[in-house]
């Protein structure tokens, strides 16, 4: 029997007994359900959807106590999510780390392209010096965050931030922070050379924002930006997506995308025009999405990330960029 059979059965039972109450609060027909062990309920609601689970939770009082439990969404991210996320997430997170005191050396980021006035290069140093493999081996670094530290600094991309977190159970906010989509839009950055001739802001309904950065012609490439909000400690994958214009892209040079979180390991990914161009030819004016690598994010951080090429004279064009988006990953 499949999981979508199973889904849709039990969505169909929610549907038919919603809104038709007895005397005790419970909707019709659906005290028989409350006589299962717990348990077996849980494994139930695994093939639900977090709407389906609203609609679950009204059904009666004691399905609504159920799915406002710490047990409950423990057991759902261990059910959904690769076993060291689900472990780092539900419990290793939150242990404080011993303390080692180590004098660092401070190293360079290598950056091809540098600024050194900005806040991304500015916590480049800090990540090449502190957060490379030696430094991090010798200091025994962990990811940490406390309980109240995280419920300060949460922020949904994807869902509506609540206002009352003490009220909410802490893995079911966990469980949507690891669902959410921490995404940002090319078009909410800082764009160098932005009007009517180089660089524009277009529409697309293609596109996963609405807005989005096409690249007409310009020498100097440069797009910098941070998410707004504090990012978790986690590892994260990080993508760009993009597409040509007309099947056709000219960036001379390389291309580095960048990505820095403030307290943790930083992606430096050069991108020749070779490798545009073997863009352009696979997908031709299509979005397409380019994994670029993965950040490693040890405390609360903010998180800064740039497309840079100006060390070419060349005049670059063709292509244009949606969002960047970081997904967690073991």
Not at 119 to 140: G, K, M, P, Q, V
């Amino acid at each position: 029997m499949s999981s979508k059979y199973i889904h849709d059965k039990f969505r169909s039972w929610i549907s038919s007994v919603a809104g038709v109450t007895t005397n005790d609060g419970c909707l019709s027909g659906t005290c028989w359900i409350l006589d299962l062990p717990p348990e077996i309920i849980q494994i139930i609601t695994d093939y639900l959807n977090p709407h389906d689970l609203t609609a679950f939770s009204r059904v009666c009082r004691s399905f609504y106590d159920l799915i406002n439990q710490d047990s409950f969404w423990a057991h759902r991210i261990h059910r959904q999510f690769p076993h060291p996320v689900a472990q780092l997430y539900t419990s290793e997170l939150y242990h404080l780390p011993n303390m080692i005191q180590t004098t660092y050396e401070s190293r360079t980021p290598n950056f091809l392209h540098t600024r050194p006035e900005s806040e991304l290069d500015r916590f480049a140093l800090t990540s090449a010096t502190r957060y490379n493999d030696e430094a991090i081996e010798r200091s025994h670094t962990k990811m940490y965050v406390s309980k109240d530290e995280f419920l300060t600094n949460l922020h949904y991309f994807q869902f509506r931030t609540p206002t009352n977190l003490s009220t909410i159970p802490f893995m079911k906010l966990i469980y949507f922070y690891l669902i959410d989509r921490k995404r940002r839009a090319a078009v909410n950055m800082d764009v160098v050379h932005l009007n009517g001739s180089y660089l524009v802001n277009r529409s697309d309904r293609n596109s996963l924002t609405g807005h989005v950065i096409q690249l007409q012609s310009v020498c100097w490439l440069e797009i910098t930006g941070h998410f707004e909000q504090k990012i978790m400690p986690g590892k994260y994958e990080v993508s760009w997506r993009m597409k040509s214009q007309a099947g056709n892209i000219s960036l001379h040079g390389e291309t580095e995308f960048l990505v820095v979180p403030s307290h943790g390991k930083m992606l430096i990914k050069s991108v020749a025009d070779t490798d545009f161009r073997d863009y352009a030819i696979q997908h031709n004016d299509q979005w397409f999405t380019v994994n670029m690598g993965a950040i490693v994010i040890y405390e609360p951080s903010e998180v800064f990330m740039a497309i840079r090429n100006w060390n070419s004279g060349y005049w670059k064009s063709g292509i244009s960029w949606d969002c960047i988006e970081l997904k967690i990953i073991p």
